[in-house]
């Protein structure tokens, strides 16, 4: 089971409290468990990544471990600890704006 | 017994302002998707609880919110907008060819007739529309295939399409305006458009006739004489008697005739109703005052209305897509500020007060008059 914490605004708009758990076939990669997110929460599809080009979005960085993976190669595998849910995934809205 | 319902989308999210029809005492509902900036809000005239909202961060970027309720629970649909084929260019800031981009819809117009058609408008300038209740957008690429389009250039906010207008009379005819291209109007429901802005002049850009490059800011209809458009342009109030193929400056005695929005009376169609602002570089009110202006004869001859709207020290701004009417009887006119207030007057504009006075900064005020 992978855990993911998702930035309030995301927890608000999945109708989400505290960390999401899910259920990724596979390598736990940045992508498998995009896909498995956005399967499970479709109003998340295009705030993460774009709908098309499937980039991280420039504000969103992705955090685990206390390393930043947000330059990570997305088929790249996560963390052990991460793949075994030890550690959560962060979803982090950067730190900008007004 | 009727009431007015008010959608008001603000830099912070969505309110939803409620009274009866006698418009004094107003139940204020929200913030609905807190954080986020609600560029629009519009209700389907064809079934009055059927709401939509464009709600976007540049964070997470854009959702499209549906409620079927007037606005009590609303619930995510869909927010992929993908240009038609490939999107080719249009001109940058510095004049350098630059991809067409997606980034927030700034206008959502329902169908006349259908709650699950609707239109939006997005930055960089393209119509999409939606058949299926807002879950699947597609572009109607006619607009940005007409030979212009990579001309076209971003206004101060962006190459953004901010006014939709669906001809209640003549099936197909769509009016849109886009800064800073212009009007562009379709009679074959968006697959050929042609510019409308014959009668512009705009001294801020290389030919102050041309064709297509004007800073339109807002264009207002009245549903019973649709061949009768009315423009706030970036300078200038224009009005056209031809459905758009030409158009008169009728800005009279404005003390400016810079300013964003612009909108009709409900019974009247040759009031109109405009918000003097102070200059392009500015964008504030004149002299410290809030003052709407209102023409009977459909411009010209302006006044300026006072009553109840603060006189000193005033120094916000009302955008393009924040004023509305009602149609009860007297028309009800309403607008809000970026100071985040927002103002109703419930006697044609003869008398304003405030329905709310600290909300963010008000982006859009739309207004549905309830059975």
């Given at each position: 089971m992978i855990r993911v914490v998702l930035p309030a605004h995301l927890r608000t708009l999945a109708h989400v409290d505290g960390e999401v758990k899910l259920h990724v076939e596979g390598r736990a990669t940045q992508r498998s468990v995009l896909d498995a997110l956005e399967a499970c929460y479709p109003m998340l599809r295009g705030t993460i990544r774009d709908h098309v080009t499937q980039q991280r979005r420039a504000f969103v960085r992705v955090f685990a471990c206390e390393q930043d993976?947000?330059?990570?190669?997305?088929d790249a595998p996560l963390p052990d600890a991460v793949a075994m849910g030890a550690e959560p995934l962060l979803v982090v809205g950067a730190m900008a704006g007004g | 017994m009727s009431g007015v319902r008010a959608l008001v989308g603000t830099r912070k999210g969505a309110f939803v302002l409620t009274s009866d029809a006698k418009r004094d005492r107003w139940d204020i509902s929200g913030p609905?998707?807190?954080?986020?900036?609600?560029y629009h809000l519009k209700g389907s005239?064809?079934?009055?609880?059927r709401l939509y909202a464009s709600q976007s961060t540049g964070w997470f970027g854009q959702q499209i919110q549906r409620s079927n309720d007037g606005g009590k629970t609303w619930e995510s649909v869909g927010n992929k907008f993908v240009y038609d084929g490939v999107p080719g260019t249009h001109l940058w800031y510095d004049g350098t060819p630059r991809p067409w981009e997606f980034t927030r819809v700034w206008h959502l117009e329902p169908s006349l007739t259908d709650p699950d058609t609707i239109y939006a408008g997005v930055q960089d300038a393209a119509l999409f529309r939606s058949m299926d209740g807002g879950q699947t957008w597609q572009e109607l690429p006619g607009l940005r295939g007409h030979g212009s389009a990579s001309s076209w250039q971003p206004g101060a906010g962006g190459l953004c399409l901010h006014t939709i207008l669906l001809d209640p009379s003549h099936p197909g005819r769509i009016f849109i305006a886009i800064s800073a291209a212009g009007v562009f109007r379709t009679d074959d429901a968006g697959k050929t458009w042609r510019p409308m802005n014959r009668g512009l002049r705009s001294e801020q850009i290389p030919n102050p006739t041309a064709e297509v490059g004007h800073c339109v800011h807002r264009i207002a209809m009245h549903p019973s004489r649709p061949r009768v458009l009315f423009m706030q342009k970036h300078w200038d109030v224009m009005r056209s008697d031809d459905a758009g193929e030409s158009w008169q400056e009728?800005?009279?005695?404005?003390?400016?005739?810079?300013g964003f929005p612009i909108d009709v009376h409900a019974h009247d169609p040759e009031t109109i109703y405009v918000v003097p602002i102070k200059s392009d570089s500015e964008h504030y009110l004149p002299e410290g005052k809030l003052r709407v202006y209102r023409s009977r004869t459909g411009g010209h001859e302006w006044e300026a209305l006072t009553k109840?709207?603060?006189?000193?020290?005033c120094y916000v701004n009302v955008l393009r897509d924040a004023m509305a009417v009602d149609s009860l009887d007297p028309c009800g006119v309403y607008f809000g500020t970026t100071g985040g207030q927002v103002y109703a007057s419930a006697d044609a504009g003869d008398s304003w007060a405030p329905i709310v006075r600290d909300l963010p900064s008000v982006v859009s005020v739309e207004v549905q008059t309830l059975p």
């Open positions: 993976l947000s330059h990570e190669p997305p | 609905h998707f807190g954080g986020w900036e609600i005239p064809a079934d009055p609880n009728v800005s009279g005695n404005l003390p400016t005739d810079f109840g709207l603060p006189q000193r020290d």
